[in-house]
């Protein structure tokens, strides 16, 4: 009797402590290191609730989990756990292209049926827990109760253990070209409106809003980032945040009509991530974001190929050419009709001699392609803004050639990259795509840039709303019919989607190189981009600018290039993209053409990578050799303070040599006093070599690392 006594004590006790606790019922989930556990539960009130801890530490405090619906009952309490079930895959895959060659996909999952009994509705939720970090999404089976219907928010928290130490830009739902402010969390609000920069549309959804992908920092020294993967057919997701409670909850970018999503069940929400360490080189190391993709869905990929290119770009960009042939001019009247006037402006810079001055360049050198922007009419009425105009991406001006372009740049060795700017007439675009798709292929291109400058027509929908992603989405599937690869400008940031369309070779969507001849970005600005942009995947970013100063400017407005000469080339290995631009103008590079060896070295895909050092908003240094060879790649940046990175080479091969060629900041390098001083070594080493090298203000060095010949034993002499 006293044992059945006692074991009912203990019973009530811990129905008591769950209740105390508002959980009724838990389900516990570890990676498969043992180091991150998840719990799932569900409070009194029958809402979902879960939790993240990783070696004991908090990560995640009990945070709710649901969907409020317009019209209708929400998902968001009075569920009963109906099913739960486990399930461990371990795999591993081969990315057409990437930062290693192949990819370990490694979790245990947890998927709970959830019944909400007073609507008859069923949700599910799958969780996935790897050792870099969580996974989860929200899925809707067809059934009677749940067939069409309208989300009005989604109500995904993720509570904070602390006031962390945060690198945010703020939630606009139209553009991520922000410098980064780093703040405790309860200090964004406060630094919203500095946060906010004249090239914003200044649509941001809250005074405490971020966007995703989010890099923390905590006081006792875990890296958080939250983000999303695979955002198909889904408003892209920011955070709000309650700075009182320090929870984080998602707000969904809205159509022109406040509405939040369009869902027919069968379906799913796209993955919420949470990746975590105590080693910041771990977040840069995680692949959870692609792993939560699905696999690629192009049968033969032997068409998509890595590309280093130059382009007739930069010189727009700075002010010294024009996109536009002619210049507008006050319309002229002969009797009772008016006739507009136009003349060439001289300025045109997607002429026939220098595209062929560019292709000239990128043939020298080993580029693969050439990017021409301004080729095609329509620009006079697209700066005037009247669209009057849309483009139609067929017709050139009469001094771009295009059949004879095309071909001087094949009987080269390059081809010609195409561009498409949208000028955010989205609908447009979709009417001529097939027509501007087809006319690369008869006309040589294999790759455009598509551009999504301006409010988008035609009712105001917003850059990373569903109705947007669905079209870059579109695009991208279209253009894998035609063989084509795609790096898209002011579309949503990625989430990991190039797994499944890896001719999606790149994306802007966030504060590029342009925005150096803009008025310049922050020093930090590149040591961030890996621990936030780079996450959900690679970026166009546009580096290599050697003329720091801008001199071919004269005398308009514009600011200096915010790092050393050397900065910029390590930022070739630091931010990892397979599209790599050299994007400074041919002359400049001819002024330094010992430096300029790098950028022709370097290369763009990859076997494996190796993170040396890492600290966000402070440094990285890594090391990447390239697919199919022996080389190695090593690229060193650093913020507004001069430091010293220290590495051994242990990364090469045991018991061979390797010539290494060194480009570092000389000793009296600034990045704003002297930016373009710079001081080569080269030498043999091997794996047991140890290097030191000096970074300056907002500097870096670039190493490349080539197995030694014969010569080369010879003729090189020993690293000192």
């Not at 069923?122 to 899925?139: P, Q, S």
């Not at 067809?142 to 009005?152: D, P, R, T």
Request: hydrophobic share 35%.
């Amino acid at each position: 009797m006293r044992n059945i006594l006692n074991m009912w004590l203990k019973g009530a006790c811990l129905i008591l402590a769950l209740v105390v606790s508002g959980s009724l019922k838990a389900e516990k989930l570890t990676s498969p290191n043992g180091q991150l556990e998840m719990n799932f539960s569900l409070s009194e009130k029958g809402e979902p609730l879960y939790e993240l801890t990783y070696k004991g530490k908090a990560v995640i405090k009990p945070s709710k989990l649901g969907l409020e619906l317009k019209n209708a009952p929400s998902l968001m309490d009075g569920f009963k756990l109906v099913a739960q079930s486990q399930s461990t895959v371990d795999e591993t895959w081969q990315p057409v292209w990437g930062e290693e060659s192949h990819i370990r996909n490694h979790y245990n999952e947890l998927l709970v049926t959830l019944r909400q009994e007073a609507n008859d509705r069923n949700i599910m939720i799958r969780f996935r827990l790897f050792d870099d970090g969580l996974g989860f999404r929200y899925e809707f089976p067809l059934q009677k109760n749940l067939n069409y219907f309208v989300i009005k928010e989604e109500h995904t928290q993720f509570a904070m253990a602390g006031d962390h130490t945060a690198f945010w830009i703020p939630g606009d739902y139209d553009t991520q070209e922000y410098d980064y402010t780093e703040s405790k969390l309860t200090e964004i609000r406060g630094l919203m409106d500095d946060a906010i920069t004249e090239n914003s549309s200044q649509t941001q959804f809250s005074p405490t809003g971020v966007q995703t992908s989010l890099q923390m920092k905590t006081a006792d020294g875990l890296y958080i980032n939250l983000h999303e993967a695979a955002l198909l057919d889904y408003a892209c997701m920011h955070l709000n945040l309650d700075d009182k409670n320090l929870v984080f909850e998602s707000w969904l970018t809205p159509d022109a009509c406040g509405d939040k999503g369009y869902m027919q069940a069968p379906c799913k929400s796209p993955w919420r991530t949470v990746i975590v360490s105590d080693d910041a080189r771990d977040i840069l190391a995680s692949r959870l974001t692609l792993n939560l993709n699905e696999p690629c869905a192009i049968d033969d990929t032997s068409w998509i190929k890595p590309v280093k290119y130059i382009g007739v770009w930069w010189e727009m960009i700075a002010g010294k050419g024009s996109w536009a042939y002619t210049d507008d001019l006050p319309s002229v009247k002969l009797g009772e009709t008016n006739y507009a006037q136009t003349k060439p402006n001289g300025k045109h810079s997607a002429n026939n001699e220098k595209v062929k001055r560019y292709i000239d360049f990128a043939a020298e050198h080993g580029f693969d392609q050439v990017l021409v922007e301004g080729w095609n009419e329509g620009w006079e009425d697209w700066f005037g803004q009247s669209k009057d105009y849309v483009f139609d991406f067929v017709t050139p001006y009469p001094d771009f050639d295009v059949k004879m372009l095309n071909s001087y740049a094949q009987s080269k060795g390059v081809r010609l990259m195409m561009h498409h700017e949208t000028s955010a007439s989205v609908r447009n675009y979709e009417r001529h795509l097939d027509k501007a798709y087809q006319f690369m292929v008869d006309n040589g291109y294999n790759a455009v840039k598509s551009g999504y400058v301006g409010n988008i027509i035609p009712r105001g929908e917003f850059h990373y709303g569903q109705w947007m992603n669905n079209h870059y989405n579109y695009c991208v599937t279209k253009a894998a019919e035609y063989k084509i690869c795609v790096n898209g400008h002011e579309a949503v940031r990625p989430t990991g989607l190039c797994r499944t369309w890896p001719n999606m070779l790149g994306n802007e969507s966030a504060r590029g190189t342009e925005y150096e001849a803009f008025g310049g970005s922050k020093p930090f600005h590149t040591t961030l981009l890996p621990f936030n942009r780079l996450i959900g995947g690679p970026m166009d970013y546009t580096p290599g600018i050697f003329d720091t100063k801008l001199d071919f400017m004269g005398d308009l407005p514009h600011g200096q290039v915010q790092t050393t000469l050397c900065k910029q080339m390590a930022l070739f290995v630091t931010l990892y993209s397979p599209l790599q631009m050299a994007a400074d103008l041919p002359e400049n590079y001819e002024k330094h053409m010992d430096a300029f060896q790098f950028i022709k070295d370097v290369a763009v895909d990859w076997e494996q990578s190796k993170y040396i050092e890492a600290e966000p908003g402070d440094y990285i240094t890594i090391a990447r050799q390239a697919k199919g060879t022996g080389n190695w790649f090593v690229g060193g940046i650093t913020d507004e303070n001069a430091r010293t990175a220290q590495f051994t080479l242990d990364f090469l091969e045991p018991g061979k040599l390797y010539v290494a060629t060194l480009y570092a900041d000389a000793k009296d390098a600034d990045y704003k006093t002297n930016p373009t001083a710079y001081q080569i070594k080269k030498g043999l080493v091997t794996s047991k070599t140890k290097l030191s090298v000096r970074e300056a203000r907002s500097g870096g060095f670039a190493l490349s690392l080539i197995e030694a010949t014969p010569a080369d034993k010879k003729s090189v002499k020993r690293w000192k």
